[in-house]
């Protein structure tokens, strides 16, 4: 069974149809892309999986369980974690209120600050500015902040959109090797990214979208030889 299947997805944003009956599965520990240009559909897709968009038609299932309507805090207590586009951080708030704030679902402080020595562990950086207001750390460090606090929830899925925007090249490497690490550490990530090079050279599995469609689907690897991809996305 899959971790995460949606069926037949339909969205509208009033008249006009931004997805247009999609399917698609996520397995247990795999890093499945999302790519495509601008309007294609790939946000709106991960806004609708964790609740924060009601679809049209079609459904949505999550460790076997039936979420279509679920509210998005629930879905949060069930496993699920989305890091938004444009990282979000709480920006009056120090680095360690932050990542508090990603375990508002558990209970169990002892497993909390078990969880919070695994962040620091994974994130140094975050480790060594916990007490700096997240508004003044850079935009790597807040990604990185982004990412972090979504691990607090303790996820089996991660979704991330556009982790690498707006990062220098040499912080776009240091985050796909931090995703790449989580996956392997047991997070099972569903990654939408415009950086098509980047994301398919870590994905076992991507989705190619337009238009609200699925226009193209294989491993990463089969993607990236893809020509059809290759000049869309790749440069040629």
Do not use: C, W
Not at 200 to 205: E, F, H, I, M, Q
């Amino acid at each position: 069974m899959s971790m995460l299947e949606v069926n037949d997805l339909h969205v509208h944003y009033g008249v006009i149809e931004a997805i247009k009956g999609i399917d698609f599965k996520v397995n247990k520990g795999e890093v499945i892309a999302l790519i495509g240009a601008n309007g294609a559909g790939k946000t709106t897709i991960l806004h609708t999986v964790s609740g924060l968009i009601t679809p049209t038609k079609g459904s949505i299932t999550f460790e076997g369980v039936d979420i279509t309507k679920t509210p998005g805090h629930k879905i949060v207590s069930m496993g699920m974690a989305h890091v938004p586009e444009g990282r979000r951080v709480f920006q009056q708030l120090s680095v360690l209120q932050n990542l508090k704030m990603g375990a508002f679902t558990r209970k169990d402080k002892k497993e909390i600050d078990e969880t919070l020595e695994m962040v620091y562990k994974r994130f140094p950086r975050l480790a060594e500015r916990k007490n700096q207001i997240a508004g003044t750390l850079s935009g790597g460090e807040q990604q990185m902040l982004a990412m972090g606090r979504s691990l607090m929830s303790k996820p089996a899925l991660m979704m991330l959109d556009e982790p690498s925007m707006g990062l220098a090249p040499i912080l776009v490497e240091q985050i796909f090797d931090i995703v790449k690490e989580m996956n392997k550490n047991g997070t099972t990530i569903l990654l939408v990214e415009q950086n098509a090079q980047m994301a398919l050279s870590v994905a076992d599995r991507a989705y190619v979208l337009e238009t609200g469609n699925i226009v193209n689907t294989g491993s990463g690897k089969e993607l990236l030889n893809d020509d059809s991809v290759r000049q869309a996305y790749l440069g040629g």
